[in-house]
């Protein structure tokens, strides 16, 4: 059984910094991509960032390129997501996943995926 683990969240003042983790249990993610995404109340979920298996390529939405980097530690089969001067617009349920085929690339298809985590919430706000 997968199961990924979020932590991290919080409440954070505009221009901060949070890092969130993704723990994954049951699934070695050295072998696979993995990625973030978030919902926002009354918005639909949006794809935020992805890495691919090796690490070797990303992907950002352009809401956030330049301030969240996607990362993964296979040691410790761990998903990280750094987020960077933080704004009001940040503010959402921010949600892991994993992809089913192994050796992928960095992929944005939210179909790609087959685990999710529970959520961690994140709020930007003075």
């Known amino acids: 059984q997968v199961q990924l683990v979020e932590s991290g969240g919080g409440l954070v003042q505009p221009g901060g910094s949070l890092r969130l983790s993704c723990a994954a249990s049951?699934?070695?993610?050295?072998?696979?991509?993995m990625g973030w995404s978030r919902q926002a109340p009354g918005k639909e979920r949006e794809f935020v960032a992805a890495?691919?298996?090796?690490?070797?390529?990303?992907y950002y939405a352009d809401s956030v390129k330049g301030r969240f980097t996607i990362s993964k530690d296979n040691a410790k089969n761990t998903l990280y997501l750094q987020m960077n001067s933080l704004k009001s617009e940040d503010t959402a349920v921010y949600y892991c996943?994993?992809?089913?085929?192994?050796?992928?690339?960095?992929?944005?298809?939210?179909?790609?995926?087959?685990?999710w985590g529970q959520g961690t919430q994140v709020t930007v706000s003075s």
């Open positions: 996943a994993v992809t089913e085929a192994r050796y992928s690339s960095a992929t944005y298809d939210q179909k790609a995926y087959d685990y």
């Open positions: 049951g699934r070695t993610i050295s072998r696979y991509a």
């Open positions: 890495i691919g298996w090796s690490g070797g390529t990303t």
